[in-house]
Every structure is written in structure tokens, then in C-alpha cells.
């Protein structure tokens, strides 16, 4: 009888979550071994007792966890600390996971989200641009540039492309390979320059000194205006229909007029957001990435909040852009967390915006992504570390998978830089790491030109930029800080122009009177006379 008691005394603690029944139940135990056998212990019973009292033991723990819990969030909603009640729900889920689908923890999800969506304040700021350089303490510097080209009878297009080395910015003619101007920018640009056109052929960036983000005649260098936010941006700005909207590592998103740089609208979050916004394909919604938890539809006419999601990205897990797949945004997210860190892409669901964005589907790859994927057509191309990169077959059809694979990564490789991917027509790929290579796309295969190849001593430094099958690759040189800019022919990888920028002076001679030799770091001799300063 005393076992029974000790049993039932367990299981209706466990079931009524009240830990005084415990000792209810090691009285009874104490009565069934005092009056027990001492030749014929009862073993079954004490192992029955040992089992009910693991189970009643787990279920009052999580019943306390639980409550405890609830009230943690309860209080951090009451000060609006969504990120904090977020945190305490995973934490729970991850400790008892079949609360997911607790109701409170579903209303305590929603009510987050809706506190979230009323955290987000909208300013009209009206704050205008400069037009006018800065004066600077020293006259403008010169700038040490190597060039050589395989013909010299071209004459210039008027076109330019551009590299970023030293903390510069340098406009090149893209027949010649002339630089045609430079620019300090500062140290460690978020994104890379962005052609904007407005009433004259624009160029975006974003100097870090003084954290403007400029507009500059992209063919002759020319300010055409400076808007100083006093914060780091957290990458490249979304550009649509002449308005420019970039967030800020300081939990903001600016709405900027493109012709005037004029500041017009300002929303705070309660976290910093990721560049850059994605347009919806009906251009009525933008689509935000927090640094963690949650995803942002915010309405363009005007600029506003809509809807929160919980898309439950980890703190500074996403390395590059989100990207638009027709009615669907792809997020790729790095996880960190187990012994390999790999990407998930994660396709998201933007087709009925005024609900929820709701994962669709989610793939996993081998390696983390840094560079931005690339799309053309329907065809996804995405690299990542050790030099693999699948493409998948996009589709928004709800009745397809959103990502189909179509070619398998090639072999792990030891180089760990930067890959960066172009897509041509005819369904031509150029992948540029320490080598540039050109495949060819065919139904279920990534075939390489194995006779073309393009090496030079060195990595890629910054986004392949194309006109047609004219390809321009910028190289960090391998034995100094500066950057190989390139004009390379797509077809035949071939380089046509190179100027070499951002190298440092290694030593400086005098030779005469007003001229000196510098040396560079890369090696290379220049004569500097007084009419060149």
C-alpha cells in the first residue's frame, strides 16, 4: 500500500505541478522499506518509484520554467523590450520545444510583433544636402598611377568604371583605362559605388570619414551633392524611381531625394536594419531585415511601417544582401553555431503583403556566403567559402519548389578570399577568386572553358563590373596594399588595359632640383617633378 501511495503521490504531482506531493511520496517510500522484507526488498516498486519520481520531477521544472517565462516576457513587453522577449521565447522553445504551438506562446508572438510595429517611429526630416565641396588643409594629393595598355590609338568613351583602393575611389575610362579622377572616401565603405543617374550621369557612395553619402558626376569625379548622417550605413542603398533609401547601423532608414540629396523621411527601429530594402514586384512594399528575429514591410506612399514578421535570423548572421525573386525574397543567412558554418538560403514569401512574410522553403549549402548571389533571368547563382557555388532554377509558381539546383559546386578549394560572380547572355558565367574563369550554363551543368583562364598573382577586391562581355576586375596585388584594375575581353580572357592604384611609397630620392623618384611598394619607379603637384 505504502508503494502505491508513493506512486500515485508522484503522478499527481507531476499532473497538478505541485512539488509538496514530493514528500508525500518519500514518506510513503519510508514506510514501504521500513516495513518491507529485508530478504525480499521490493525492487520493482523502488524502480517504479524512481521512474515517477524523474517524471513528476521534469514536469514541475518545466511547469516553474514556464511560468517563470511568461512572466519574464510579460514584463519586458510591458517595457516594450521586443528584441528581450524574443530572446526569452527561444530560449524556452529551445529548452521545451513542443511549446511552440503553446497558445501563450503564440500570443505572446503576435503581441511582440504588433509592439514591434508600433516601435517604429516615422520622421519627416527635410534635411538638405551640400552642393559645395569641403575645404580641405592641404592642396589636392597626386596620385602614383601605373598604367599600361595592349593598344594605344584608342581615344576615351566618356564611360567609367571604378575601383576602391586605400580608402579612394577611382573613375576609369573604360576604353583606356585612363583614371580620370580620385576621391577620399575613408577607410572600409559599407557598399560598393552605384551608378544613379539623375539630370547628369551619377555615381553613389559613401565616405566613411565624415559618413556622407555623396553623388558624384560619375564621369568627371564632380560633386553634385554631400548629405552628412552622422552614422554608419550598413550597406549598399536601395535606388528606385529617384529616391534613394538606406539603413543605418544606428536603427534608422533614410528616404533621400536622388536629384537633390534632400533627407525627406527618417524611420527608427528598435535595431539596426540591413542593406539594402528589397521592392516587392508590385513596387508598393519594401522588405527590411533586422539584425535579428525580424523582417520589416514597410509601405513606399507613403514611407511606413505595415507589418512585422518573426523570421527568426540569428544576430549578425546575414552577410549580404536580400535579394527579390519575383513575388519571393531570398535571405541567406550564415549559421555559425555547429563545428562547419554553413548558409541556409531561405526563401521567403512576399506575395501578400499586408500578412506576414512566411518562410516557403529553405536550403542548405556546404560553406558560408559573403558575396552577393546573382540573378539573371530565372537562374540563381550563388558562391560560397572554398570556392563553390551552386545555381538553382527560380521559380514562384506556388506549385514548384522555389529553388531547384541545376549544377553541384565544384571541389573545395584552400582559397578563403573573396568570390565574385557575373552573369552574361547565352547563359555565360564569369567567376573571379585568385583566378578568373568563364563557364558556360547548360541544362543540368556548369561546364568550365578549360581554355580560358585568366591568372595573376593576387585575389579579387571588389565586384566584377561588365559592359556586354567586356569584363573589369579589380585585384588586391599580392605583394602590396594596392589594386589591379583590368579590362579584361570575356570571351578570350584576355587583359586589354591595367592601372595599378593605392600603392604606398616605399622610399623617395632626389634627382635634380624639383624632381625626386619615388618608389612604390609594388615596385614601380615614378619621376615626380614640381609641375606635377
Given at each position: ?10 503522478k499527481?504531482?507531476g499532473d497538478k505541478?505541485?512539488?509538496?506531493l514530493?514528500e ?13 522484507d529485508?530478504?525480499n ?8 518509484i524512481k521512474?515517477?519520481l ?11 520554467v514556464?511560468q517563470?517565462?511568461y512572466?519574464?516576457i510579460e ?7 521586443t528584441?528581450?522577449?524574443l530572446?526569452?521565447?527561444r530560449?524556452?522553445?529551445n ?6 504551438k ?8 503576435t503581441q ?16 538638405a ?7 580641405l588643409?592641404?592642396?589636392p594629393?597626386l ?7 595592349a ?6 568613351s566618356g564611360?567609367?568604371v ?24 575613408g577607410?572600409?565603405t559599407?557598399f ?7 539630370t ?24 553634385v551633392?554631400?548629405?552628412?548622417l552622422g ?12 529616391q ?15 536629384q537633390?540629396?534632400l ?26 531585415a ?6 520589416y514591410?514597410l509601405?513606399v506612399?507613403?514611407?511606413?511601417c ?10 549578425g548572421?546575414?552577410d549580404?544582401?536580400?535579394l ?6 531570398l ?7 555547429g563545428k562547419n558554418?554553413?548558409a541556409?538560403l ?6 501578400k503583403?499586408?500578412?506576414a512574410?512566411?518562410?516557403?522553403a529553405?536550403?542548405r ?6 558575396d552577393?548571389?546573382?540573378l ?9 567559402a ?12 506556388p506549385?514548384?519548389?522555389p ?6 559546386p565544384p571541389?573545395?578549394s ?6 565574385q ?5 547565352d547563359d555565360?558565367l ?8 568563364r563557364y ?6 556548369l561546364k568550365?572553358?578549360q581554355s ?11 565586384p ?11 585585384r ?8 589591379s584594375?583590368l ?7 584576355d587583359a586589354?588595359?591595367e ?6 611609397i616605399l622610399?623617395?630620392?632626389p634627382v ?6 619615388a618608389?612604390t611598394?609594388?615596385g614601380d619607379l ?8
Open positions: 500500500v505504502s508503494g502505491n501511495i508513493a506512486v500515485g503521490a508522484l499527481t504531482a505541478k505541485d512539488r509538496s514530493l508525500v511520496s518519500e514518506k510513503a517510500k519510508g514506510f514501504l522499506d521500513r516495513f518491507s529485508p530478504e526488498p521490493p525492487t520493482e516498486k523502488h524502480e517504479e521512474l515517477a524523474q517524471d513528476a520531477e521534469a514536469k514541475i521544472l518545466k511547469y516553474e514556464t517563470r517565462t512572466k519574464e514584463d519586458a513587453l510591458s517595457r516594450k523590450k528584441i528581450e522577449a530572446e526569452l521565447r530560449q524556452l522553445i529548452r521545451y520545444s513542443d511549446l511552440e503553446d497558445s501563450k506562446i503564440r500570443a505572446f508572438l511582440t510583433l504588433e509592439t514591434e510595429r508600433g516601435l517604429v517611429q516615422v520622421e519627416e526630416i527635410d534635411q544636402a551640400t552642393k559645395d565641396e569641403r575645404a588643409p592641404v592642396p594629393p596620385s602614383l598611377t601605373k598604367h599600361t595598355r593598344s594605344s590609338d584608342e581615344t576615351a564611360r567609367t571604378f575601383a576602391i583602393a586605400q580608402g579612394c575611389c577611382y573613375g576609369f575610362d573604360t576604353v583606356t583605362g585612363d583614371p580620370v579622377w580620385r576621391r577620399s572616401i577607410m572600409d559599407p560598393f559605388p552605384i551608378v544613379a543617374d539623375t547628369v550621369p551619377g555615381v553613389l557612395m559613401f565616405d566613411t570619414t565624415y559618413q556622407e553619402l555623396v553623388l558624384l558626376n560619375r564621369v568627371t569625379g564632380n560633386l551633392w554631400r548629405l552628412m552614422e554608419q550605413v550598413s550597406g549598399e542603398p536601395l535606388v528606385h524611381n529617384g534613394v533609401y538606406l539603413p543605418t547601423l544606428g536603427n534608422h532608414l533614410y528616404k533621400i531625394d536622388l537633390s540629396g533627407a525627406t523621411t527618417r524611420l527608427t527601429f528598435s535595431q539596426p536594419v540591413y542593406s539594402p530594402p528589397v521592392l516587392t514586384r508590385n513596387e508598393a512594399h519594401l522588405i527590411v533586422g539584425d535579428q528575429a525580424m523582417t514591410t509601405g506612399r507613403p514611407l511606413e505595415q507589418q512585422v514578421s518573426f523570421t527568426d535570423q540569428k544576430p548572421s546575414i549580404v544582401p536580400m527579390q525573386l519575383g513575388e519571393l525574397v535571405m541567406i543567412e550564415n549559421d555559425r553555431s558554418a554553413r541556409v531561405r526563401v521567403l514569401d512576399a506575395t503583403c499586408e500578412e512574410v512566411a518562410e516557403r529553405a536550403v549549402l556546404s560553406g558560408i556566403v559573403r552577393r548571389p546573382v539573371r533571368g530565372n537562374r540563381l547563382f550563388v558562391a560560397a572554398g570556392e563553390q557555388f551552386n545555381v538553382f532554377t527560380v521559380s514562384d509558381d506549385e514548384k519548389a529553388l531547384s539546383p541545376i549544377a553541384q571541389a573545395q584552400e582559397y578563403t578570399g573573396s568570390v560572380l557575373a552573369a552574361g547572355a555565360i564569369w567567376k573571379s577568386s585568385d583566378v578568373l574563369l558556360e550554363l547548360t541544362q543540368d551543368a568550365q572553358d580560358q583562364k585568366f591568372e595573376e598573382v593576387g585575389a579579387t577586391a571588389q566584377l563590373q561588365n559592359i556586354g562581355t567586356t569584363l573589369f576586375l579589380g588586391k596585388r599580392q605583394e602590396s596594399d594596392s589594386v584594375m579590362m579584361i575581353d570575356g570571351e578570350s580572357l586589354q588595359w592601372s595599378v592604384v593605392g600603392t604606398g622610399a623617395m630620392v635634380r632640383e624639383g624632381t625626386v623618384l618608389l611598394k609594388a615614378f619621376q615626380i617633378t614640381a609641375a606635377n603637384l
